[in-house]
C-alpha cells in the first residue's frame, strides 16, 4: 500500500473513470458488430482479397491522364466555391461581428440594443446558410443544374460562406478589442478601426483557418462527386463499381497529395506572416 | 470654453462609482494637470472629456458642442478632434510604428486613403517627424512588439501629436519612463500646445513632474475634485490631503511607488 504523504488524491477518481469508460464502451462494441479479425490479411476472408487489389496503384498514361483532369477539376471546384463563398462571408462577418460596433466603444465593450437586434438577423442567415450540410446541397442542385461541377461549386459556397461568416466574425470579436476602439475613440470610421486595430492582430488565424476550410472544401468536394458533383469523387465512384482497385489506391494517394500541399501552403503563408 | 464638465457622473457596469457629479471648466490653450491616489478617478475623468465614455448623468460640452447630443457620425467628426494619449497604447503587436502613427489621422481621412495607406504608407515624412521629437525616429519602420513600454508610450503620444487635434488629453503620458525621459516628453507636450494653441490635459502620477510642467493642478479623490488651483499656490497640506489614506510623509515620496506597466502590445 501507499504511505499516506505520497498517496495521490486524483488515483481513486481517474480508476473508477477508466473503469466506467470501459463498460460503457464494451457494450458499444458488441452492439455496432465490430470485429477485428476481418480486417487482418488472410487468404480465406473477403477483406485480404479485397486489400490485394489495392496493389500496385494503377499508373498507365491513359489513366493518369484522366486522374490529372479530374485533380484539377476537384481543386477548381474547392476553389471556386470558396471564392464564391468568401463574397458571401466576409461582409456578413463583419456585420455580424460585435468588434465593428461603435457603440460597444463607448459603452464598456457592449454594444447598444439596437445593435446587438441588427446584428440578429444576419447571425440568422449565417445559421440557416451553414444548417444543412454541403452534400445535401449537391444532391439538390444536381437536380437543379443537372450532373457536373457547377452543382458541387454552389454547394460548397453555400454552406461555407455560413461557416466562415460565423468563424470569422468569432475570430474578430477574440482578440483584444482595445486597439480598435481606441481608433473608434479618436474619431475613425468602423472599417478603418477594423483594418488598423484588428485585422494585423487576426490575419494569421485567418489565413490557417482560410487555408484549412479550403482543405476541407477538397474534402467535401470529392464527397460531392459521389452524388455526380464531378471531379476525383465520382472518378472514385466509378473504380469502385467496376473493382478496380488500383485506380482507386492512386487516387487516394493523389489525395493524400492534395492535403499534404495544402498543410504546406498553409504553413508558408503563417510563416511569413509571423 | 474648451472642455465644460457639469455634475458630470460616472458609475462603471460594477457599480463602482468612479465620478461623482465633477464640475470642470478648462479654457481653450490652458494647460492642466491631474493629481491623485489611483483609483481617484482620474483615467475615468479623462475618457468623459475625451467623450470615450458617456457619462451616467451630467453633461459634457467639448469644443462647444455637446457631444452626447450629436448624431453618431457628428460625434465622430468631433472625436478627430479630441486626442487622448492611452496609459498602455493599444496598438497591435504586428503592426509597424509607421502605421501605428499615421492612424492617428484615420478619423480625417476617408476609408480609400485609410486602406491604401494601409498598403503602402502615404506620409513617411510626417510619421518620421511626429517620432523625431520624441526620440524615435530610428523606430519608424520596426514593430510594436519589438519596442520597450516606454518607446509603446512615446510612439502613442506621436500618433497624438501627428492627429494634430485641438483638444490634448493624456492619461499617465510618462509613467513608463525613466525620470528624464518623462520630463522632455511633457516638455514636449507642452511646447506642442502652446505653439499651436491646443487644450492640454493631462493626469500624472509624478506630483514634481506636474508641478513643474503644468500652470494648473487639479487634485482628484475618490471622484470628485479636492482642490483646482495654480501650481504655485498647491502646498504641502494640500497634497498630504490628497494622498491622505495612503500614509505618505511628503508630496515627493508619491513619486515612488510607480508601478511601471508594461502594455500588452
Request: proline content about 5%; some cysteine.
Amino acid at each position: 500500500m501507499l504511505k499516506a504523504d505520497s498517496r495521490d488524491p486524483a488515483a481513486w477518481p481517474r480508476l473508477l473513470l477508466t473503469v466506467l469508460a470501459i463498460a460503457v464502451l464494451w457494450p458499444g462494441i458488441h452492439l455496432s458488430e465490430l470485429n477485428l479479425g476481418v480486417l487482418l490479411p488472410d487468404s480465406q476472408n473477403e477483406m485480404g482479397r479485397f486489400v490485394a487489389q489495392f496493389w500496385p496503384p494503377a499508373h498507365d498514361p491513359a489513366f493518369l491522364q484522366i486522374l490529372l483532369t479530374a485533380t484539377l477539376q476537384t481543386l477548381a471546384i474547392a476553389t471556386a466555391g470558396m471564392a464564391l463563398a468568401l463574397l458571401l462571408a466576409v461582409p456578413a462577418s463583419l456585420i455580424a461581428s460585435r468588434a465593428l460596433s461603435l457603440s460597444a466603444a463607448s459603452r464598456g465593450g457592449v454594444p447598444s440594443r439596437l445593435g446587438r437586434l441588427l446584428r440578429w438577423p444576419v447571425r440568422g442567415l449565417l445559421i440557416f446558410l451553414r444548417s444543412v450540410p454541403e452534400i445535401v446541397w449537391a444532391l439538390l442542385f444536381v437536380r437543379a443544374v443537372g450532373l457536373g461541377p457547377a452543382a458541387g461549386v454552389l454547394a460548397i459556397a453555400i454552406t461555407y460562406s455560413g461557416m466562415l461568416g460565423k468563424v470569422y466574425a468569432e475570430i474578430f470579436e477574440s482578440t483584444d478589442q482595445r486597439p480598435a476602439h481606441a481608433l473608434m475613440q479618436a474619431g475613425s470610421g468602423r472599417l478603418a478601426a477594423f483594418a488598423y486595430g484588428t485585422l494585423p492582430n487576426v490575419a494569421a488565424e485567418l489565413l490557417s483557418y482560410s487555408v484549412y476550410r479550403w482543405e476541407c472544401a477538397i474534402r467535401a468536394s470529392v464527397v460531392m462527386g459521389f452524388v455526380g458533383a464531378g471531379g476525383l469523387g465520382q472518378q472514385i465512384d466509378l473504380s469502385i463499381r467496376m473493382f478496380a482497385g488500383g485506380e482507386v489506391a492512386s487516387m487516394l494517394l493523389m489525395f493524400l497529395l492534395l492535403v499534404l500541399m495544402a498543410d504546406q501552403f498553409s504553413r508558408l503563408l503563417r510563416w511569413r506572416l509571423a | 470654453m474648451t472642455l465644460r464638465l457639469t455634475q458630470g457622473s460616472l458609475r462603471h457596469a460594477n457599480g463602482v462609482d468612479a465620478l461623482r457629479s465633477v464640475d470642470l471648466h478648462i479654457a481653450a490653450g490652458e494647460q492642466v494637470a491631474i493629481i491623485g491616489p489611483s483609483g481617484a478617478g482620474k483615467s475615468s475623468l479623462l475618457n468623459l472629456l475625451a467623450t470615450a465614455l458617456r457619462p451616467s448623468s451630467g453633461d459634457i460640452e467639448v469644443l462647444g458642442e455637446r457631444a452626447w447630443h450629436l448624431s453618431a457620425r457628428q460625434r465622430q467628426r468631433l472625436r478627430a478632434r479630441i486626442g487622448l494619449v492611452h496609459q498602455a497604447p493599444p496598438l497591435p503587436p504586428r503592426q509597424r510604428v509607421v502605421t501605428a502613427v499615421l492612424a492617428g489621422k484615420l478619423g480625417q481621412w476617408s476609408l480609400g486613403k485609410s486602406l491604401l495607406n494601409l498598403l503602402h504608407p502615404l506620409d513617411v515624412a510626417g510619421a518620421r517627424a511626429a517620432l523625431a521629437r520624441l526620440d524615435l525616429g530610428d523606430k519608424l519602420f520596426a514593430h510594436c512588439q519589438q519596442l520597450s513600454g516606454g518607446q509603446l508610450q512615446r510612439v502613442g503620444i506621436a500618433r497624438v501629436l501627428y492627429q494634430a487635434p485641438q483638444v490634448l488629453l493624456a492619461d499617465e503620458p510618462v509613467s513608463a519612463m525613466d525620470p528624464v525621459m518623462a520630463g522632455h516628453t511633457l516638455s514636449v507636450l507642452s511646447r506642442h500646445a502652446r505653439e499651436h494653441n491646443v487644450t492640454l490635459v493631462a493626469s500624472l502620477h509624478a506630483v514634481d513632474l506636474a508641478l513643474a510642467h503644468f500652470p494648473r493642478i487639479i487634485g482628484l479623490r475618490d471622484g470628485q475634485v479636492l482642490f483646482d488651483s495654480p501650481s504655485g499656490q498647491v502646498s504641502h497640506e494640500m497634497l498630504d490631503a490628497l494622498y491622505a489614506n495612503e500614509k505618505l510623509q511628503s508630496p515627493t515620496a508619491a513619486v515612488a511607488p510607480l508601478t511601471v506597466q508594461i502594455p500588452r502590445c
